[in-house]
């Protein structure tokens, strides 16, 4: 057994949610009080035994898979790497459905009442929520999970809150690679919980085959549709919290959005897309949009589009790898860190042009014509 104040070696797996804890009995201490410190793997020895017990549906597996590949240090790299490519033949066989909405259209109450009516009728459901981190303290509360009450409890759900860390589009920085992992697991529905809804909140269209977007009545947003990319990306729209005195305000906005997609209708022949009114709180509603989510996705494989879809979403990781790979090549070239912050100080001072400064730092780690 490792002493605690022993750091972590390079070739084990990190902790994290789904941790195996065993019980060890450490000499010179009572047998009622045994150690629960948790059991590390190796990375490299146990790759293909992680792989295989997450094909057979461990969930503790499964979670220590996406701890694997969401960890940002270098030396577990390659043991993501390799649990990717042996996992990746394995996936492509669930349906991918992302969730997005301001802030209070009731989101994760949403996939909750949605989730349990999918798990009750037999179908594997996994949700990956994406919590937003402080851009000061960079921590994020993560939940979401706590507000999927009914879902939490089904045995065939699975839901994993992850922090955005800063990233844009309102998913988390390795949320592709965690639709990946939940597939090969057998989930058969992969539900994306996206941080908000905005202009830059649209990455998560590139992951999923079915973008869905929750909207609320009497927000402001009637007049102009929330924000035109955002409708022109959407498949499907719900106007949520349609109960109570609300009813009838919530199938108004429901009128009103869809005259407004009326102008935004696509080429013949593809999908057009629908808005519904729902409500989280007491089911209704709900069985109606899973059904046009069905729809949306017969149409698509009728049609092509579904396998078109799929083929952007894997050149859109390619092209996120690819950035992210050559800002850590920036990155790690010798000087630029010291030049960096040269030019860094001489621009917050006003003594050199932001544009002259990044020509400098391309130039300086090779990358400049």
Not at 132 to 137: E, I, W
Not at 204 to 225: H, K, S, T, W, Y
Not at 266 to 284: D, F, I, K, N
Request: glycine residues 12%; contains cysteine.
């Amino acid at each position: 057994m490792i002493p605690p104040s022993t750091p972590p070696r390079p070739d084990w797996v990190p902790d994290g949610a789904g941790e195996e804890f065993a019980t060890r009995i450490v000499p010179g201490t009572p047998t009622r009080a045994p150690d629960r410190r948790p059991v590390r793997r190796r990375a490299t020895d146990n790759v293909e035994r992680l792989a295989a017990d997450l094909r057979a549906g461990d969930r503790g597996a499964l979670a220590r898979g996406i701890t694997l590949v969401e960890s940002r240090a270098a030396m577990h790299r390659a043991a993501a790497e390799n649990l990717l490519n042996a996992l990746t033949p394995h996936s492509g066989g669930a349906l991918r459905v992302g969730v997005t909405g301001a802030p209070g259209a009731g989101k994760s109450t949403f996939i909750d009442a949605l989730g349990t009516r999918l798990c009750t009728a037999g179908r594997r459901v996994a949700v990956l929520s994406v919590d937003p981190s402080s851009p000061v303290s960079h921590g994020s509360i993560l939940g979401d999970k706590t507000r999927m009450e009914n879902l939490s409890r089904q045995p065939s759900a699975f839901i994993r809150p992850s922090p955005s860390g800063g990233e844009l589009g309102g998913v988390a920085r390795r949320t592709r690679e965690t639709i990946v992992l939940c597939e090969a697991a057998g989930f058969e529905i992969v539900i994306v919980e996206t941080v908000g809804v905005g202009q830059s909140e649209v990455l998560v269209r590139g992951m999923v085959d079915c973008f869905l977007v929750l909207l609320l009545a009497g927000a402001g947003d009637e007049l102009q549709g929330i924000k035109k990319g955002i409708l022109e990306l959407a498949d499907i729209l719900a106007v949520n919290k349609a109960d109570g005195d609300n009813r009838a305000r919530a199938e108004a906005a429901r009128r009103e959005f869809s005259r407004a997609l009326h102008y935004l209708s696509g080429p013949e022949g593809s999908w057009r897309q629908t808005v519904l009114a729902c409500s989280a709180a007491t089911g209704e509603g709900i069985p109606e949009v899973w059904e046009t989510v069905e729809k949306f996705f017969s149409h698509g494989k009728r049609s092509g589009e579904f396998a078109e879809r799929r083929r952007e979403q894997v050149l859109a990781w390619l092209g996120a790898l690819l950035d992210e790979g050559l800002r850590e090549a920036y990155a790690s070239r010798r000087g630029v860190a010291a030049l960096r912050a040269e030019l860094e100080s001489q621009v917050g001072a006003g003594l050199l042009p932001a544009p002259e400064a990044a020509r400098r730092l391309l130039a300086a780690a090779g990358f400049a014509q």
